[in-house]
């Protein structure tokens, strides 16, 4: 797989900021700091299918949403005209409209298969399932239909795969006639899983317990992370007293690395660092650092904070 290879020079974050912190006081913050870095930034494969849905994982609406999932970590739900395609998460409780004596339908992932439906309020809505596709790729769809008007209830779909938990409301005049879904998070998973099968043969270089690299001896893992909901979201932070060492998860390896960033007298500065999979490595110490992913609205953070710094 490809690498690009970027080269990180300190400098100021802040727009205006044209202020360089001296030798001395950059020892306060780091212990030998390298003077230039090199990050390797792994690609995520293209053309990547999308869990979804029959008929919906090569959607370029989809497949959009994907991408933009795994640069800043937020799952994002697609809007048409009688259409939902809602994110899959197992802690989302998505609420679908459907009008009174009127079908709504909601379609599942490919391959999927339905073990039980519970209903909150069978008396005032009946539901129907069908197959879209043969048994082995298509989707099952439920069909729904409330009874009356200004009513609601909860419905539990269990599968072979999950669990889907959604409410339902019967409104006048507002329906979504059909609701589908993708999996960013599955795809994502399924994804390094195959990475991880190809490369097997680079285990090693994931050891960061190497004597040549650290100092058990001092080992420091009082350290806080606050932020985002990210799938980059750090494993462990920990220093030996000389490096630092930020342990992100494997779904780090298929999007877009964040940058880390050093927070002193309230402004951003690039840190000196590399990344040996799956570490980022700080050649020192430091009291509060920042992750950082995209810019602007899109922009994602995750605080790092060092509660034994002195």
Request: hydrophobic share 35%; charged share 20%; net charge neutral.
């Amino acid at each position: 797989m490809p690498y690009k290879f970027v080269v990180f020079l300190p400098l100021l974050l802040l727009a205006g900021c044209t202020k360089h912190l001296s030798n001395s006081e950059l020892s306060k913050e780091f212990i030998n700091p390298n003077k230039v870095v090199i990050k390797k930034v792994r690609e995520p494969l293209p053309n990547t299918t999308v869990a979804a849905t029959y008929g919906y994982g090569n959607d370029p609406a989809v497949k959009r949403a994907y991408q933009q999932f795994l640069k800043t970590g937020k799952m994002a739900n697609i809007n048409s005209e009688g259409f939902r395609t809602l994110a899959y998460s197992a802690h989302e409780h998505p609420i679908i409209s459907c009008e009174p004596l009127h079908l709504c339908v909601v379609q599942l992932e490919q391959g999927e298969n339905i073990n039980n439906i519970e209903l909150g309020d069978s008396a005032h809505w009946a539901i129907h399932t069908s197959l879209i596709g043969t048994a082995e790729n298509g989707s099952y769809q439920i069909a729904i239909k409330p009874m009356m008007e200004d009513i609601s209830t909860d419905m539990v779909v269990t599968t072979s795969k999950r669990t889907y938990n959604m409410g339902l409301v019967s409104m006048p005049g507002k329906s979504t006639h059909v609701v589908n879904f993708y999996y960013p998070e599955e795809t994502l998973s399924n994804s390094v899983n195959q990475t991880q099968q190809l490369k097997t043969a680079e285990t090693t270089e994931n050891s960061v317990a190497n004597s040549s690299l650290l100092s058990i001896n001092n080992l420091n893992f009082d350290y806080q992370l606050k932020g985002d909901k990210v799938v980059w979201w750090p494993i462990r932070v920990f220093d030996d007293g000389d490096k630092t060492f930020i342990q992100m998860p494997a779904q780090a390896e298929r999007v877009d690395l964040p940058i880390l960033y050093l927070r002193r007298s309230g402004q951003l500065q690039l840190m000196n660092y590399r990344y040996k999979q799956p570490y980022y490595i700080v050649d020192g110490l430091f009291e509060e650092a920042y992750l950082i992913s995209g810019k602007g609205r899109e922009q994602v953070k995750v605080i790092i904070e060092n509660k034994h710094f002195s």
